[in-house]
Each structure stands twice: as C-alpha cells, then as structure tokens.
C-alpha cells in the first residue's frame, strides 16, 4: 500500500525490518473478534449512497480480554447519542467491545436517542456476557431518524454467535460501518517491542461530510468512523496519550468537504495479549516505537477516506511551510482545503494558484504578501515548480503547472516565509459528482436525508 511507503523508508518512519505490513485488520492483533449481519437499519430512509441492496450493517467488535480504551469524538456541538455514551466510556480505564451500527446517525434523536445509545450497549453486554460500561457504541447514517431498536435487538443477537478472529470476519465489518463509502478501508501492521512481535490493526469508513476535528472528550449520514485494535501491553494513560498524537496528525488533517459530522469516532482497544514488556513510560523506546506505527496506522486510514471522498478524482496534499504558528498553519491550510472555488479548479486541471491566495488571504493567518511562495509537484518527486514565488507571478508556463494538477494525485506547497510552523494536510477536488450525489430530489423522498 503506497500510503506506507514514504513514511517507512523516511527518516521519520519505522526502519523496513521492524514494521511490516499484515493482513486480518482489526482480527489480525491477538485476542480480538469481530463480525457483522444485515438486520435492515435503513429500513426508515435509506438515503444516496446505500443502494446496495442487502449489506451487512451492524457490526461487533470484541476483545478477549480486558484492554484500555483511548477515544477521540468530534467536536460539533450538536453530537450524537452515540457520541455522549462512548466519549463517557472512553475516558475510563478499560473495556472489551464496540458495537456499530449503519444507516441510522442516531443523532438529534433527543432523550430517546441517548436511551437506544445505551440500550445498544446493554444488548451487546448481554450477548457478550459482559458488563455494559465496558461497551462502546458508534452509529453512521441518516440524521434525525430514531434508531429502529428491535432491528437492532435482533441484529445484535445475531451477530455475537458469529464472532471469530478471521480476516473475512474483518473485512465483513469494514464492509457493515460502509455508507456512501465505494470500498473497505483496513490496514493492520506488526513490529516488535523488545523481543515480543506486537500487532496494530485498524478499520475506518467515510467519503463524505468529512472534516474531522476530534478531542478526547468531543467537548466543543456519512460520517467518519475508526476502530483500532493493538495487542500491545500499554498503559491507558499512555494509549490516550498515543492515540492523540496519531489522530492529530491524520484525521484531523483531511477535509473532504469541509463538513464536520455530529458522529465522528475514532476508538482503540489494546489488550496486552501480545505480552511485551508493558509501556509505561512515554519516554521509553517501547513507547515511541509503538506511536509511530500507530502513527503509521491512522495515517493509512485517513488517506484512505480521502481517495474515496463522494464524486473526487485527484487527491491533493498541501504543504504549508514557514508559518508565524501551528494555529495559523492550521488555518491556511483548511482554508485552502475547503475553498469550493480552488477545489473545482484542481477538477478541471487548472492550477489557479490565484485561489489559493485567496484562501490563504481569509484564512486568519498573518500573512505578508511579499513572502508568499506556492509551488506544485507530483507525489514522491523532489522537484518543486513555482507559480507565484516571493509575492510574484513566475514565469512558468500555465501548462507545465496544470501537466501537474490534471493527475490523480499532486502536491501544493504553500511558503509565507514568516516562522518556522507549517503542516501537512490532505483534500480532494470538488467535482459534479459530488454536487449530483448530495443534492435533494424530492422525485424520490426516501433519498433525502441528513
């Protein structure tokens, strides 16, 4: 898988010999099952992007044994059942499962919608012989449709007999948390702490309505959704600690559309079931040898919800250097990453580095427009060509810029030459496929939705 490629063979990534990439997904770390059945969730409106027919769409993922738990939730102030319920959980010590569900958002469901949250988990506990605190729930779909619970009843007592540690049981899954999603999204990688082989696996989906921005407690119908599941023996403390850092750098660094949803989750389970020597400082080896596949791990996934955005065929990476500060990096960079005009512009294959100034003009950030570089290149190659450099048109040809930007993946490179911050973020072109896809049709009202 190329997202890996850079990363590993790079100075910042995990040397070839120790990390190598496995199959199984989530299944693939030790003492981990999953599975997934059909129980017609969207049988209330199934909204674009579900005319699949019959899919799986309801989902368990459970450990063995008992693992610390790390959340991150997004930050919308309107936040699913879902959401309040796991983000309570997560910020205990440990827990053993997750159920998920698509089709259904269970969000602006009001105090209903908070009582099938719960009622999920309790249904899961039992069929798992569990206590219902260490169950997690996530939901994906429509928004503002109560969640049809004895669907959900029967899904659930469906699925736990087919619970196992199998790649096919993974990918079953990957498939059930799917909407407008065209492909699964897994990864899973293994490397050693110390002498012991430990294992990080991970399933995610989303192609629209994405612009993750998720904290630990998400304080402040498509949706983005991760599940990560680690053998490693670490401290909870510690695993939340590694799970912010990776989702900083990945999930929180791609924009779609630039809408957040009321859903976003991203979940980790690690149960110890590989036996090494137990992390338990962050200043350890063991410790940064693990964050950096996880690092590894969630930047796959977040790349891989990127390509699959609803309608886009380009995926762009831009480059910010030389900013005054991170929240200013930040800020041009989603400025750049949600601007409609620049995004359609990479569409047709037009560079319009204009646009961009523009973007980056509104973005809040300070800005001198006599330092201002932006230069293009296509991926893994070093050479950078210039369109604006130095507050000035350059004199490279129109075309050579856009032999750049009509292909399926580019970079832009932003310099304000102002300070030493900058970032890396990832985004899509904005196309007329996107636009056919999320418009309303009140012809067919069973396709509209949140």
Same mark, same amino acid.
């Given at each position: 898988m190329h997202e890996f490629d850079a990363r590993i063979s790079g100075n910042r990534g995990i040397a070839l010999k120790?990390?190598? $990439?496995i199959g199984g997904s989530i299944c693939a770390p030790h003492g981990f099952r999953a599975g997934a059945v059909f129980c017609d969730i969207k049988r209330l409106g199934t909204g674009k992007g579900s005319e699949k027919g019959r899919k799986n769409d309801l989902a368990l993922i459970v450990s063995d044994f008992s693992a610390a738990v @790390?959340?991150?939730f997004t930050t919308n102030q309107l936040r699913a059942a879902p959401v309040r319920l796991s983000a309570k959980r997560a910020a205990? *010590?440990? @827990?053993?499962a997750i159920v998920a569900n698509s089709g259904n958002a269970n969000a602006c469901t009001g105090a209903r919608g908070l009582r099938d949250a719960e $009622?999920?988990?309790s249904l899961a506990a039992d069929a798992l012989h569990l206590n219902k605190n260490d169950v997690l729930v996530c939901s994906t779909g429509r928004i503002g449709i109560s969640i049809p619970m004895e669907n959900v009843t029967r899904g659930i007592k469906a699925c736990a007999p087919l619970l196992a540690s199998s790649s096919q049981n993974a990918r079953a899954t @990957?498939? @059930?948390?799917? *909407?407008s999603d065209t492909r699964r999204k897994e990864v899973a990688v293994e490397f050693k702490i110390g002498k012991s082989p430990v294992r990080i696996g991970g399933i995610c989906k989303g192609a629209g309505m994405i612009e993750p921005k998720m904290t630990r407690t998400g304080a402040l119908h498509a949706t983005m959704l991760a599940f990560i599941t680690s053998d490693a023996a670490i401290a909870p403390a510690l695993l939340k600690r590694a799970l912010g850092i990776a989702v900083r750098q990945s999930f929180n660094c791609i924009s779609i559309d630039g809408d957040m949803s009321t859903n976003d989750a991203v979940i980790a389970l690690a149960n110890g079931a590989a036996e090494n020597a137990k992390i338990t400082s962050a200043g350890s080896e063991s410790f940064r040898d693990f964050q950096r596949a996880l690092n590894l791990v969630t930047l796959a996934l977040a790349k891989m919800i990127v390509r699959d955005g609803e309608g886009a065929t380009r995926f762009v990476t831009l480059r910010v250097t030389g900013v005054g500060s991170s929240r200013d990096a930040d800020a041009v960079a989603r400025a750049i990453a949600k601007s409609a005009l620049a995004k359609t512009s990479w569409h047709g294959g037009?560079?319009?580095?204009?646009?961009i100034l523009c973007a980056i003009g509104y973005s809040g950030a300070a800005v001198n427009e006599s330092r201002v570089s932006i230069g293009y290149s296509s991926p893994? $190659?070093?050479?950078i060509i210039f369109g604006f450099r130095c507050g000035k048109p350059t004199s490279t040809s129109i075309l050579q810029l856009a032999n750049i930007v009509s292909g399926p993946?580019?970079?832009i490179h932003i310099s304000l030459d102002a300070g030493t911050a900058g970032t890396t973020f990832y985004t899509s072109d904005l196309t007329e496929d996107y636009v056919s896809f999320n418009k309303g049709d009140m012809s067919d009202p069973e396709s509209l939705g949140g």
């Open positions: 120790k990390l190598r $990439q @790390a959340g991150m205990l *010590t440990f @827990a053993r $009622q999920m988990c @990957a498939d @059930a948390i799917m *909407t037009d560079p319009n580095w204009g646009r893994r $190659q070093p050479k993946e580019f970079d």
